[in-house]
């Protein structure tokens, strides 16, 4: 045993599972943004700003770090079609994961046990809680994937 704390253990956890959205920004052109597979609402840019509104909202409410957060696409509670600047994109969701990654890290081995209350999954340690954000951004990485591979470009526009 190399002496890692739970904190530790779990943020390496974390950062690992995030490279299932992470790597999909890698190669994102602008033109990818706006991307969506047919019949279905998301955009690729709108599912990046959701990872980063949903990331902010859980280092705020669950992992109590002090900032303030305007969650757009949780206010929209749609795809508006404004998500279309990759560089400003890359930029939230960067600062997102370090803002949540400061969060995680700042947790004593015993604060994993704690209970969070929250009206979205109800009661939760927070480490159930940091199963949570994990599984949704890599849930949303993976839809990323699926619009990259089967939604052609030329299909890709806003009606």
Do not use: C
């Not at 709108?46 to 902010?56: N, S």
């Not at 704690?114 to 159930?128: D, M, P, R, V």
């Amino acid at each position: 045993m190399d002496g890692k704390t739970k904190t530790e253990i779990l943020e390496e956890l974390w950062r690992e599972a995030r490279t299932r959205f992470s790597n999909q920004l890698l190669h994102l052109t602008q033109q990818d943004l706006t991307r969506k597979l047919n019949g279905t609402q998301n955009s690729i840019g709108f599912l990046i700003r959701h990872v980063g509104d949903v990331e902010l909202l859980f280092a705020k409410n669950v992992f109590g770090a002090d900032l303030q957060v305007k969650a757009k696409t949780l206010i929209a509670q749609r795809d508006t079609g404004e998500w279309t600047d990759l560089d400003e994109l890359n930029s939230y969701v960067q600062y997102a994961a370090q803002t949540l990654e400061s969060s995680i890290s700042s947790q004593t081995d015993h604060d994993w046990e704690k209970i969070i209350t929250t009206k979205e999954f109800g009661s939760k340690t927070l480490a159930e809680s940091l199963g949570r954000i994990i599984s949704h951004t890599a849930h949303h990485g993976g839809q990323i994937a699926i619009v990259l591979k089967y939604a052609p470009a030329a299909e890709a526009s806003f009606v």
